[in-house]
């Protein structure tokens, strides 16, 4: 029988109502079960694409007799990290302050008051490398919950006190200034191979913001070094198994075998890939790299046509394993390929061809005889028509095997990220099409996680709201989409939206002292009010609110917003300089302040050349508005006239403005590098 995850809005709880342990959502009812009962509570959080989440499920919540135990010496509520971040952030601060350590599946302890008191993440079903079995864990809570109630009650308070005492205010810092990216730069200097075209470590993310800082940074002081350590990044990435060599699209990192090539960890998640495409559409923006327009297209491709919902949304993530085949559920069994198969649908001579330019071995890459794609360094000067067409027989092959799973589940921050990346790459490109998908995906932010309530929802699924608050990465990433959108379309409906949200984060997501949360001063009370400023896998809600709140600055005037990015930058001053590669985002929002960031009206018609030359300005985070002078729908285009009857540009700092240019040219040298910087 499905116990209460049955009707779950989120696709990770649906997987686990047929569990026979007996789950509950987050929601008071559990705590007050758990109070009536006098059993600890045991909280499990993940996420649907999660691999190990997966593999914990199927050893021990699948388990007869392991959920017999859960169910009669626990409340066991299981949650959604991606839709619940506040609940994930609160308890993953716990375990890392705890064991040093974090990760998922989450797994924590608590009274019926919230309260942790042990904490872990994967146990194996029998002791394995030092760590206890699940049931071991599931056993000796229970023996000290019955026998030692005093002690744990001890511990779980002195846990919540001590995170009572992690607040942040950054407000008083100050704002970041040329001493400071200087020093960024520099730490990222120290922690990148350019032999290898990575930062240090074996397991290597994208580092997608730090390259949007070292763009911004390059078109502001024109540094080489900043220039050439984005364009080494970005080709590695797209050179290597992280990369999607047939299908485009980036997977969630890769890891270095100690004795062969990087090897991915296959899930794909929107948010990678909307903020790698961004990236990518900026690196051709400032290099004419044909590489970078090839992977911001094939990227911009995949999301459209393997995560895109019925309703004009866009799915969390792709799961890493499928079926092999066999019946076997195997980790990248999808993307993986033999010479065999190459030649099976490639003929031998192709087929030698493409093992070669994608490093497909007879022993294999990977696992069992299987090779991850990858560009050889020898393939470099491959026959670029030939390439393509072996691209495109390979994905039409790879379609019928057994698809990875999909998360249909639609966060509002992630859908944010797509809008701006998917509007910018139509507009560089040439490619309506796109723009008009980011339009339909903010289209269902409005109608379904805004809906009548005025305030923005989480997620959604099916078209139909999660119910859950959205937090400040929600506010902030949406915002920054429909700015995007609003520059591209020149429909300023979408700056309105934009302003809309933001106004929400002044009044429920900024504290006395201007500092800023992650969920509103009315959302639920968790055990501490989360507040994370560092970015990770995406902006931190910190720092991409900053980033809105300076661009909708910037095209309305408002000192209000303004006062409040500046607020929120205090945090680049005291982290960028120590941990440049956590801030990458907070960093670029710093180059956009240093910058101005620049306002560029376009009077004349939308989408023609003089517009198109704006949205390729290389000024750090400039906001460009097109559309007829006498609308009322952007502030800066307000008495702001044609010039001959010609379509006419007005470059602005803080609303004072260079002479009005009809010319391409003239304009495009204006949104170069700052010539204060000469």
């Given at each position: 029988?499905?116990?209460?995850?049955?009707?779950?809005?989120?696709?990770?709880?649906?997987?686990?109502?047929?569990?026979?342990?007996?789950?509950?959502?987050?929601?008071?009812?559990?705590?007050?079960?758990?109070?009536?009962?006098?059993?600890?509570?045991?909280?499990?959080?993940?996420?649907?694409?999660?691999?190990?989440?997966?593999?914990?499920?199927?050893?021990?919540?699948?388990?007869?007799?392991?959920?017999?135990?859960?169910?009669?010496?626990?409340?066991?509520?299981?949650?959604?990290?991606?839709?619940?971040?506040?609940?994930d952030a609160v308890y993953m601060e716990a375990l890392q302050a705890a064991t040093g350590q974090g990760g998922w599946p989450m797994s924590v302890f608590m009274t019926p008051d919230g309260q942790p008191f042990y904490f872990g993440t994967y146990f194996p079903p029998e002791p394995r490398h030092g760590s206890p079995s699940f049931k071991q864990v599931l056993e000796g809570v229970r023996a000290a919950w019955d026998g030692r109630p005093d002690e744990v009650a001890e511990v779980a308070r002195k846990i919540v006190r001590d995170l009572a005492g992690r607040q942040l205010d950054y407000t008083k810092a100050g704002l970041p200034g040329e001493a400071e990216l200087a020093e960024a730069l520099l730490?990222?200097?120290?922690?990148?191979?350019?032999?290898?075209?990575?930062?240090?470590?074996?397991?290597?993310?994208?580092?997608?913001?730090?390259?949007?800082?070292?763009?911004?940074?390059?078109?502001?002081?024109?540094?080489?070094?900043?220039?050439?350590?984005?364009?080494?990044?970005?080709?590695?990435?797209?050179?290597?198994?992280?990369?999607?060599?047939?299908?485009?699209?980036?997977?969630?990192?890769?890891?270095?075998?100690?004795?062969?090539?990087?090897?991915?960890?296959?899930?794909?998640?929107?948010?990678?890939?909307?903020?790698?495409?961004?990236?990518?559409?900026?690196?051709?923006?400032?290099?004419?790299?044909?590489?970078?327009?090839?992977?911001?297209?094939?990227?911009?491709?995949?999301?459209?046509?393997?995560?895109?919902?019925?309703?004009?949304?866009?799915?969390?993530?792709?799961?890493?394993?499928?079926?092999?085949?066999?019946?076997?559920?195997?980790?990248?069994?999808?993307?993986?390929?033999?010479?065999?198969?190459?030649?099976?649908?490639?003929?031998?001579?192709?087929?030698?061809?493409?093992?070669?330019?994608?490093?497909?071995?007879?022993?294999?890459?990977?696992?069992?005889?299987?090779?991850?794609?990858?560009?050889?360094?020898?393939?470099?000067?491959?026959?670029?028509?030939?390439?393509?067409?072996?691209?495109?027989?390979?994905?039409?092959?790879?379609?019928?095997?057994?698809?990875?799973?999909?998360?249909?589940?639609?966060?509002?921050a992630w859908n944010g990220l797509a809008i701006a990346a998917l509007a910018e790459t139509g507009a560089y490109f040439g490619r309506p099409d796109l723009i008009e998908r980011a339009t339909e995906a903010a289209d269902l932010l409005v109608r379904v996680h805004m809906g009548d309530v005025a305030r923005l929802d989480r997620t959604s699924k099916d078209g139909r709201s999660g119910g859950h608050a959205g937090v400040l990465e929600d506010y902030g990433d949406v915002a920054e989409g429909f700015l995007a959108l609003a520059s591209v379309t020149g429909e300023g409906v979408w700056l309105d939206f934009a302003g809309f949200l933001l106004d929400i984060v002044l009044q429920h997501f900024t504290g006395?002292?201007?500092?800023?949360?992650?969920?509103?001063?009315?959302?639920?009370?968790?055990?501490?009010?989360?507040?994370?400023?560092?970015?990770?896998?995406?902006?931190?809600?910190?720092?991409?609110?900053?980033?809105?709140?300076?661009?909708?600055?910037?095209?309305?005037?408002?000192?209000?917003?303004?006062?409040?990015?500046?607020?929120?930058?205090?945090?680049?001053?005291?982290?960028?300089?120590?941990?440049?590669?956590?801030?990458?985002?907070?960093?670029?929002?710093?180059?956009?302040?240093?910058?101005?960031?620049?306002?560029?009206?376009?009077?004349?018609?939308?989408?023609?050349?003089?517009?198109?030359?704006?949205?390729?300005?290389?000024?750090?985070?400039?906001?460009?508005?097109?559309?007829?002078?006498?609308?009322?729908?952007?502030?800066?285009?307000?008495?702001?006239?044609?010039?001959?009857?010609?379509?006419?540009?007005?470059?602005?700092?803080?609303?004072?403005?260079?002479?009005?240019?009809?010319?391409?040219?003239?304009?495009?040298?204006?949104?170069?590098?700052?010539?204060?910087?000469?």
């Open positions: 029988m499905p116990n209460r995850l049955a009707h779950a809005t989120s696709p990770y709880l649906i997987q686990h109502a047929d569990n026979p342990v007996d789950w509950w959502p987050w929601e008071p009812a559990a705590f007050e079960e758990a109070r009536r009962r006098d059993v600890p509570v045991f909280l499990s959080v993940g996420y649907s694409s999660c691999h190990w989440c997966h593999v914990l499920a199927h050893e021990s919540f699948e388990d007869e007799e392991t959920a017999a135990f859960m169910n009669e010496h626990f409340v066991s509520v299981k949650v959604d990290r991606e839709e619940r971040p506040d609940i730490g990222l200097t120290r922690e990148y191979d350019p032999a290898s075209g990575w930062f240090a470590g074996d397991t290597r993310f994208p580092p997608s913001m730090v390259v949007e800082f070292l763009l911004r940074h390059w078109a502001r002081t024109e540094s080489e070094g900043a220039r050439d350590m984005a364009e080494g990044l970005c080709a590695a990435m797209a050179r290597s198994s992280l990369f999607d060599q047939v299908g485009g699209g980036f997977h969630r990192y890769v890891l270095r075998r100690p004795d062969g090539p990087l090897i991915p960890h296959f899930e794909k998640m929107l948010y990678d890939n909307a903020l790698l495409c961004r990236v990518y559409a900026h690196l051709w923006r400032a290099t004419g790299s044909e590489q970078a327009r090839r992977v911001a297209l094939e990227t911009a491709d995949f999301m459209v046509r393997e995560l895109r919902t019925a309703e004009g949304g866009f799915a969390s993530a792709l799961d890493a394993d499928s079926e092999d085949g066999t019946g076997r559920h195997v980790e990248g069994a999808y993307y993986v390929w033999t010479p065999e198969q190459l030649r099976e649908v490639l003929g031998d001579q192709d087929a030698e061809f493409a093992a070669a330019y994608f490093d497909v071995t007879e022993e294999g890459t990977f696992e069992e005889g299987a090779s991850v794609l990858r560009l050889a360094r020898t393939g470099t000067d491959a026959d670029a028509d030939r390439v393509a067409g072996i691209r495109a027989r390979l994905l039409a092959a790879r379609e019928p095997r057994p698809r990875p799973g999909r998360d249909d589940k639609v966060v509002a006395e002292g201007g500092q800023l949360y992650d969920t509103a001063d009315d959302a639920e009370q968790l055990i501490r009010r989360p507040q994370d400023p560092t970015d990770s896998a995406t902006p931190a809600g910190w720092t991409a609110a900053a980033g809105a709140l300076l661009s909708y600055a910037a095209h309305t005037g408002s000192q209000a917003h303004r006062a409040a990015a500046e607020g929120a930058l205090g945090v680049v001053k005291a982290l960028g300089p120590r941990v440049p590669r956590f801030i990458g985002w907070g960093l670029a929002v710093a180059e956009a302040l240093l910058d101005g960031p620049r306002e560029v009206a376009v009077a004349g018609s939308v989408g023609g050349a003089l517009h198109r030359t704006a949205l390729l300005g290389q000024a750090p985070g400039a906001v460009v508005a097109a559309g007829e002078t006498a609308g009322t729908e952007f502030p800066l285009l307000a008495d702001r006239p044609m010039v001959g009857g010609a379509p006419t540009a007005y470059v602005c700092r803080h609303f004072v403005c260079d002479a009005p240019t009809t010319d391409r040219e003239e304009l495009a040298r204006a949104l170069g590098p700052d010539p204060s910087q000469d």
